[in-house]
């Protein structure tokens, strides 16, 4: 499937992201576009990891939708609360 | 599937040491006390699982007599047969037992008992998981019940609404029982919940769709799936508000900000889907039993099935209904009230579709017929009623008062009615012996009167306000006919429980289908069915059901009775192995070829059970995370402690016991078709941890939100310490996939370094965060200093506890592999890494939200 080499690669990109998130902290972006790039770094680090770690790239597509489930709802749960608030 | 893989722990890999021990071959009889201890088998399972939830029900049952002997007239403080606050926790407690520990475990035990008949399997996909949620739900019960000795239980109603929830208000260390005590009772039904879903999709007989499943398992199907995720939803709740009673935190605190609010939004939630968790059972048992005694398939079965399935996924997108009297703003309420709406026109549909079956078809007035219909009656006054609820400007009226009782009594008492029926309709097949027809009519026509008798006036009576027991004089007559009601309700029963008890030994013979037009696979078998259910495959191959036997095929008819219980413990072993072409072929393990036919007993799920129990009790009397003082709070230290110890061995010999699941040939298995039992069961259960870091990520995001976004600076000042941790779990996580690449190779050293460097990377972590904690508690920061703080150390800290979980597991996996373990089957391994990435990958979310932004 998928070559040691490769996931050293990955493992390479994920350290190197996560780096990247403090710095961009320090780089005296705004707060809010601070926040969407570190968001967004995190989220990919996530699929990363999902994809080629959990190996759900090369799995049937239900269990990549299962745990979309779970996320909808989580979302669903967290975004309709604090929407609430508003 | 033959091995232990099924067992998904990955501590249950079965190794090669293949122990021909007698599993199996010493099964008890039913008539032993040992077999019901050790059993592992879907219908003792089930049976158990219905006789403990009617002990319950009795239980419940008596607190609602003296609530409304207590109701029989206005009374004051210090009136009528109860203290106020003994009122209070009658109403509580009677409220979460007749939910939690009666309503869903009794459906449960219908759907262990009968799903896998109607899939075709011979057990669930993993039994001692199955027997693990059994003992799981019991130690739960009980620990509620040692509540009422702990000073007295919960007493804050069963939505258990903050800030009354926290110790300020309730400080009875029996509150905190309670709360635990639900806290088991979720890991029972996580439990289940991933064993029906993995059996439920990976296991059906060949032809078997999920278009052709009979109605009553496509309810237990959409409850499951809507258990996973709603009681992961309430199980973050449960924690939170435990964290907040056992270890000080804040979140509901009178003081944070929105706590109130917050508890509302976690526990609604879970708790509209939880109504329909225990409503759906019912009408899947409605569906059943309609088609059989109406001898009519029912009408627009597809669009029947379609409505469920979209009531299901509503569910979610409903909760706020019930915080109408809340701050909320006014657009979600409007919101909510459209999705409220929208929900009770799928139900039209199912009401609808049964009433036309009725009308098309030919009834005969059974007892289990009788039920339902009754069910059908009481379910629509209760939706009408219900739907009144759901316009905001009426709930502003109505909330808070006997209107809200009535409704969903009408609607869950409906759906005990229609498992009543169930009850009596499957009571057959369980037994082998006919119950007494006249019996169980009178049985319908007494309950049918009590119930009415004790629920309709509480409509009229409606002004009455919840939970309070004075209220204005001239509704007394109302109440007293309730209680009147209430007697004859419950007295009802009692002709039950002698008719059963009676016809279970003395009854006529039951013949395997004593219900003409039954149609569903379990009127297929003898009854009592045979241990391992069929003797040859079951298949629905030519549209029908038939079952394969090494080659030919023989019809259904032919069948006669099967060997009973405890003989095929030997002989099953036979037909079932000869076919054995299992799902994992491509998998020849050395276990594989010398499998001896599935096992049926195991001791561990009780054992883990009680060692769970004694951890739980221990811990109820702390609070800002320490014992109390002296020698009580010692022995409840001990009590953990022994508990701990004793739920650790028992995973560890679980791991180490051989037991072989049921032997299956891969039939229908959409959408998991190709995907082994373990792994299914793996992703379906973290789909759960999702939602339950989702409810905890979600009250930190909403806290924050209450409290002012960017007014809100992360606990820890520097963000270096939580960005090294990030470090060493990529690090780890990296060590797991050599891991699984070295067990491949089957490389033996390769597979125990990366195993063991993963573990000294989670020590690791461990170590650099309980610094990091200790700098924090020195600059005076504790998890009670504010909601930042809580929210902090409560988040990273369920983190931490996910982490340490994973380390028992990697230096048991280590041990293995050092002796030789995982070579020829790397699976325990590959699922072990499944759990250890997604733990990996919260932090990644944890991360910047705690530190850095
Ligand atoms: C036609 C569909 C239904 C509608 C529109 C509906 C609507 C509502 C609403 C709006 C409330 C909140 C009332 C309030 O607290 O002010 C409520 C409460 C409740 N409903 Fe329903 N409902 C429906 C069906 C059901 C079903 C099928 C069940 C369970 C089997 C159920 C169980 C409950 C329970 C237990 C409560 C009380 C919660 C509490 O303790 O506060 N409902 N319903
Ligand atoms: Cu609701």
Redesign the interface.
């Known amino acids: 499937m998928v070559s ?1 080499k490769l ?2 690669a990955i ?1 390479v990109v ?2 190197v992201s ?2 990247v ?2 710095l961009v ?1 320090f780089a005296g972006l705004s ?1 809010w576009l ?2 969407g790039v ?2 967004v ?2 989220a990919a ?2 699929v990363l ?2 994809a080629y ?2 190996h759900l790239r090369f ?2 597509r ?2 990549t ?3 979309g ?3 909808v ?6 975004l ?7 | 599937m033959t091995d232990a893989s099924p067992e998904r722990d990955a501590a249950a890999d079965g190794g090669h040491e293949v122990a021909h021990d007698d599993h199996g071959h010493d099964f008890p009889g039913t008539g032993s006390i040992k077999r019901w201890f050790v059993t592992t088998n879907h219908k003792d399972v089930g049976i158990l699982y219905i006789v403990t939830s009617l002990f319950f029900l009795v239980l419940g049952g008596v607190l609602a007599w003296l609530m409304r002997i207590q109701l029989f007239a206005p009374r004051g403080l210090g009136e009528g047969i109860l203290a106020p606050v003994a009122y209070n926790q009658a109403v509580s407690a009677h409220g979460l037992l007749m939910v939690f520990w009666f309503l869903s475990p009794f459906a449960f035990g219908f759907a262990n008992y009968v799903v896998p008949l109607q899939l075709g399997a011979k057990d669930l996909a993993f039994p001692r998981l199955n027997a693990l949620s059994y003992w799981l739900y019991l130690f739960s019960g009980i620990l509620f019940g040692v509540s009422f000795f702990q000073g007295g239980t919960f007493s804050g109603g069963w939505t258990m609404y903050a800030p009354l929830n926290v110790p300020t208000f309730t400080p009875d260390v029996g509150a905190s029982t309670a709360v635990l005590a639900l806290v088991l009772f979720v890991a029972s039904v996580t439990v289940s919940s991933v064993n029906f879903l993995t059996t439920m999709h990976r296991m059906r007989a060949e032809g078997l769709t999920l278009r052709n499943l009979p109605l009553f398992s496509w309810t237990i199907l959409l409850t499951a799936w809507m258990m996973l995720f709603a009681f992961a939803a309430l199980l973050a709740a449960l924690l939170v508000l435990s964290s907040d009673r056992l270890l000080g935190t804040t979140y509901f605190a009178m003081e944070s900000p929105a706590g109130a609010l917050l508890w509302t939004h976690l526990f609604w939630f879970f708790g509209h889907p939880e109504v329909y968790i225990v409503f759906f059972p019912a009408l899947g048992v409605m569906a059943e039993v309609f088609q059989t005694f109406t001898g009519r398939r029912i009408v627009g079965r597809k669009w029947f099935i379609l409505a469920m399935v979209l009531v299901a996924i509503q569910s979610f997108a409903v909760w706020m209904h019930h915080m109408f009297l809340t701050s909320i703003n006014l657009q979600v309420k409007t919101l909510f009230m459209i999705t409220t709406i929208g929900i009770s026109l799928p139900f039209d549909l199912m009401v609808f579709a049964l009433i036309y079956t009725m009308l098309k078809g030919k009834i005969r007035f059974t007892t289990p017929f009788l039920f339902v219909f009754g069910a059908l009656l009481l379910f629509i006054i209760g939706g009408i009623t219900g739907v009144f609820l759901g316009a905001v400007v009426l709930d502003y009226e109505f909330r808070g008062t006997y209107w809200v009782v009535a409704h969903f009594h009408y609607v869950m008492v409906g759906g005990v009615t229609a498992l009543v029926g169930g009850l009596y309709y499957w009571f057959p097949k369980m037994t082998g012996r006919m119950y007494d027809e006249f019996l169980g009519k009178l049985h319908f026509a007494v309950y049918f009167v009590g119930f009415n008798l004790l629920y309709f006036p509480l409509f009229v009576a409606w002004e009455t306000p919840r939970r309070v027991f004075d209220y204005a004089p001239e509704l007394a007559p109302w109440h007293q006919l309730a209680t009147v009601g209430g007697f004859v309700l419950g007295l009802s029963f009692l002709i039950m429980f002698y008719n059963l008890f009676k016809s279970a030994f003395v009854g006529d013979p039951a013949p395997d289908n004593p219900w003409e037009y039954a149609t569903t696979a379990e009127w297929a078998v003898s009854s009592p069915p045979p241990l391992e259910n069929f003797d040859g495959t079951p298949t629905y191959r030519n549209g029908h059901l038939e079952f394969l036997d090494t080659g030919e095929v023989a019809p259904t008819e032919g069948r006669s009775d099967g060997p009973t219980g405890a003989a095929v413990s030997d002989g099953g072993v036979t037909a079932s192995a000869t076919t054995a072409v299992t799902a994992d072929a491509e998998l020849p393990t050395a276990e594989v070829t010398e499998v001896e036919g599935p096992s049926h007993a195991s001791i561990w799920p009780f054992v883990l059970s009680a060692g769970a129990f004694l951890v739980l009790l221990g811990l109820s009397p702390l609070q800002d995370a320490a014992f109390p003082e002296g020698m009580v709070g010692a022995a409840y230290a001990t009590t953990t402690v022994a508990g701990g110890v004793v739920t650790l061995g028992s995973l560890v010999a679980m791991g180490l016991e051989p037991f072989h699941g049921p032997v299956f040939e891969e039939g229908e298995a959409w959408p998991f078709a190709g995907i082994d039992n373990g792994k299914v069961g793996m992703w379906i259960f973290l789909a759960s941890d999702v939602v339950l870091f989702g409810g905890f990520l979600g009250a930190y995001v909403f806290t924050r939100v209450a409290f002012g976004w960017t007014g809100w600076e992360p606990i820890p000042s520097d963000p270096i310490p939580g960005l090294v941790n990030t470090y060493i779990l990529l690090t780890s996580s990296f060590t797991v996939v050599l891991a699984l690449v070295a067990a491949e190779k089957k490389h033996k050293w390769g597979l125990v370094t990366s195993l063991g460097a993963t573990f000294v990377l989670g020590i690791g972590f461990l170590v650099n965060k309980g610094l990091e904690w200790q700098h924090l508690f020195h600059e005076g920061l504790w998890l009670s200093t504010n909601v930042r703080a809580s929210t902090f150390f409560l988040t990273t800290g369920l983190h931490a506890a996910h982490v340490i979980a994973g380390l028992v597991i990697a230096l048991y996996l280590t041990a293995r592999a050092w002796r030789g373990a995982y070579l020829e089957d790397s699976r325990s391994v590959e699922y072990f890494g499944l759990y250890w990435h997604f733990v990996d990958i919260v932090w990644l979310f944890l991360f910047p939200l705690f530190y850095i932004l």
């Open positions: 040691t996931y050293t493992y994920l350290f996560a780096t998130q403090v902290e707060y601070a926040f570190i968001m770094l995190s680090k996530a990891v999902a770690f959990q799995e049937p239900s269990l939708y299962l745990v489930i779970g996320l709802a989580a979302l669903a749960l967290t309709a609360a604090s929407y609430s608030l508003l």
